[in-house]
């Protein structure tokens, strides 16, 4: 399998979490359910510490550990939720890294932004998809990792949110070995072009909110032209 293989793994299995949440769901449950379909799907293992799928819900979207620590909370889905969802398949090294925001409102889940109700969690997924948005026209083959880190952490402040990375950081390079990674980051000097894959995944909320937003996609260049994985 190549990258675009394992990210499509990914891609599929936030859809089916989109069609299997209900509320009275236990994040374990859920976990367990999304693992066993990227298996289904070719991964052959996840490359983040042994977990596939880093599920937060609720007034926990907002934490952000390293998942070397990370247990899965003894939660269950609500009626009215929001759900993060960061998933790291790999099939023989060959990674995908995809995450997504989830919104259930009326135990139903909204698969459209601008049909959610809550306005803080519609803010938040609108704020995510524009800091993606920015990152498609900002960045340049001169670009490097910490112009993109401060560009986006001062675009992150002027619009009244804030960086919940417990880093600091907004992505990391894609390669074989995790130790080998390399961030978007103060200090980074490499140029974006200069690794074959990064991935772009701010985890945002405002000052005070118990509330966090995730949204991670692969990007890459194509002719000297950043496109997504």
């Given amino acids: 399998m190549e990258n675009k293989d394992v990210q499509k793994i990914a891609k599929m299995t936030i859809q089916y979490a989109k069609e299997i949440i209900k509320p009275g769901m236990s994040l374990i449950d859920l976990r367990n359910d999304l693992e066993k379909k990227m298996l289904e799907l070719g991964a052959d293992s996840?490359?983040?510490?042994?977990?596939?799928?880093?599920?937060?819900?609720g007034d926990e979207t907002n934490v952000s550990i390293s998942g070397k620590h990370y247990v899965?909370?003894?939660?269950?889905?609500?009626?009215?939720?929001?759900?993060?969802?960061?998933?790291?398949?790999?099939?023989?090294n060959v990674w995908g890294d995809y995450a997504r925001t989830i919104i259930i409102e009326n135990g139903i889940v909204v698969d459209c932004v601008g049909n959610i109700e809550n306005e803080e969690w519609k803010k938040g997924?609108?704020?995510?998809d524009r800091l993606h948005q920015e990152l498609l026209k900002y960045v340049t083959v001169e670009t490097t990792f910490e112009d993109l880190y401060f560009h986006m952490?001062?675009?992150?402040?002027?619009?009244?949110?804030?960086?919940?990375?417990?880093?600091?950081?907004?992505?990391?390079?894609?390669?074989?070995?995790?130790?080998?990674?390399?961030y978007i980051e103060k200090g980074n000097k490499t140029k974006l072009i200069?690794?074959?894959?990064?991935?772009?995944?701010?985890?945002?909320?405002v000052l005070n909110s118990k509330y966090g937003y995730k949204k991670e996609n692969i990007y890459y260049f194509v002719e000297e032209k950043l496109v997504e994985l």
């Fill in 194 to 205: 200069d690794v074959n894959y990064f991935t772009f995944e701010p985890h945002i909320s």
């Fill in 153 to 182: 952490n001062h675009l992150i402040k002027e619009y009244g949110f804030i960086n919940l990375d417990f880093l600091g950081n907004l992505g990391h390079s894609i390669v074989n070995r995790s130790e080998d990674r390399i």
């Fill in 125 to 128: 997924l609108q704020m995510e």
């Fill in 72 to 92: 899965t909370a003894n939660k269950t889905i609500q009626n009215n939720d929001i759900i993060t969802i960061d998933l790291s398949p790999q099939n023989n």
């Fill in 46 to 57: 996840f490359w983040y510490w042994d977990v596939g799928a880093f599920i937060f819900s």
